[in-house]
């Protein structure tokens, strides 16, 4: 008999594509979607004016003909002139010189050439938490032995923790070969200052760690951040991203900055995967690119108000305030599964958003504020505050009835039971029971139509 046709124990093993099955689960008509990370703006009009120079109507209605070049093959580093202005950039903007410069088709694509260009099976490799955790399934994907630092409460590195981490695995026989950082954070927001970021370089270079620093939020930054870049001639790579900044997501262009060293391993690796980035979208990104950062800025402004809308809700929680990129990581009741906040938010206050857990940290939430404006980001606000607050009262109620049900530890004696354990299934099944009620429904349906008037 034939033997059944099965996938790869990597890719089942792997983490699941966590965006696309909340949003299947819970992203339905009248739910706000704050999970998924983009900005609300187009790219610039010069952009459009550059597809508009690559194609010309035909002689049909409706039929194009584009430009030869663009219908070709071209070179796998991709666009020459679009490289050369990303050298000059990376020069200007990023104190990176020296380097060999690729395009690819969005960040998320550079980090997979990077991973499988640098690593092995079971080479080991470092993450801070909060990770962002497309960087940790390209990991997955790759059977890298990953090892997950923690960050303070403020979500900057704890270098304490990163020795032991190095220290360890240099006993085992097993020493660290990568290290991937994301500055701005996603999801935290949070900005790591100049002495971090050079602390980390020079962590790794003592160490022999290749460092591979995701700056896709470099422009996005708030209340007098600053960005830095790791700029190391050797045992750096720094990976940008079109997608937030000049709002081409759905182009996929990013590119990736890396010792001339590896060119030949870089190469191999996009050829077989991608082949090139498309031309028009590279043609696209350096139209983007020719309006310079200053285009950018002016549009991160008004993303403040967004921001602070969205903190205004996680108030309550004691949530960080992120000073770059467009999330705020909120935490959560300990005693409630992340997964169950996030369907609560959804099904009963019309918003989605990111479990904690997809990052590595259980009891929060992520919040994507990018693509609010106006009246949307007052309306997210108002929903937010509204399902926090009935979030924190099933927290405080769900403790108070587990200690009141303890007789024998309910304070008379001058003991408690922790507050924060994990709820039970049958609690879950009670509270959707109760959220699930003609009354709550009702209520949550009224609340929803008037935040949209």
């Known amino acids: 008999a034939a033997l059944p046709l099965t996938q790869s124990r990597r890719v089942s093993e792997a983490d699941p594509a966590v965006i696309e099955e909340v949003s299947r689960a819970l992203l339905k008509p009248g739910v706000m979607n704050l999970a998924a990370g983009y ?39 991709g666009l020459k002139e679009l490289r050369d202005a990303l050298k000059a950039k990376l020069k200007r903007e990023n104190g990176i010189e020296g380097r060999e410069v690729m395009v690819t088709a969005g960040a998320n694509q550079a980090f997979v050439n990077v991973v499988d260009t640098l690593l092995d099976e079971g ?14 399934i390209a990991l997955q994907l790759a059977r890298a032995d990953i090892r997950i630092c923690d960050t303070d409460t403020h979500f900057q590195p704890d270098f304490r923790d990163l020795h032991s981490i190095l220290d360890k695995s240099k006993h085992e026989g097993k020493p660290v070969k990568m290290m ?26 003592q160490w022999g760690i290749w460092l591979v620093s995701d700056e896709t939020y470099e422009y996005f930054l708030y209340d007098g951040a600053q960005h830095t870049s790791p700029n ?31 060119s030949e391993a870089m190469e191999k690796v996009q050829d077989t ?13 350096l139209a983007a690119l020719s309006e310079g950062r200053q285009w950018v800025d002016e549009r991160v402004k008004d993303l403040e108000r967004s921001r602070d809308l969205v903190m205004r809700a996680g108030d309550v929680f004691g949530t960080p305030q992120p000073n770059g990129a467009f999330y705020c990581f909120v935490p959560m009741p300990k005693n409630l599964p992340d997964t169950y906040i996030t369907a609560v938010l959804a099904k009963h206050f019309g918003v989605l958003v990111v479990p904690g857990s997809a990052f590595g940290m259980d009891d929060f939430v992520r919040i994507a504020f990018g ?8 309306r997210a606000s108002t929903r937010l505050i509204k399902g926090f607050g009935e979030i924190c009262r099933i927290g405080l109620k769900v403790s108070f009835d587990r200690i009141m049900s303890h007789p024998e530890t309910n304070g008379r004696d001058g003991t408690f039971p922790p507050l924060i354990e994990n709820i039970t299934d049958r609690e879950l ?24 008037h």
């Not at 080479?123 to 940790?136: C, E, I, N, Q, W």
Request: hydrophobic residues 40%; neutral net charge.
């Open 39 to 77: 900005a609300h703006w187009s790219p610039p009009a010069k952009c459009v004016q550059a597809a508009a120079d690559r194609m010309s109507l035909g002689n049909f209605s409706y039929a194009y003909t584009f430009d030869t070049e663009v219908n070709r093959y071209g070179d796998a580093l």
């Open 232 to 262: 190391a001639t050797n045992g750096v790579i720094n990976i940008y991203s079109f997608s937030k900044s000049y709002g081409m997501a759905g182009w996929r262009v990013g590119y990736v900055a890396y010792p001339p060293a590896l």
């Open 429 to 452: 099944m009670e509270w959707e029971q109760k959220l699930n009620s003609p009354m709550v429904e009702r209520r949550a349906g009224q609340e929803a139509h008037q935040d949209d």
């Open 180 to 205: 991937a950082i994301t500055n701005p954070g996603n999801p935290s927001g949070a900005v790591w200052p100049r002495e971090t970021v050079m602390l980390l370089q020079e962590v790794c270079r």
């Open 123 to 136: 080479d080991r490799v470092v993450l801070f938490a909060p990770y962002y955790f497309s960087h940790k």
């Open 273 to 285: 995967i991608v082949t090139m980035p498309t031309m028009m979208s590279q043609y696209l990104a």
């Open 371 to 378: 693509s609010l404006t106006g009246s949307a980001a007052n």
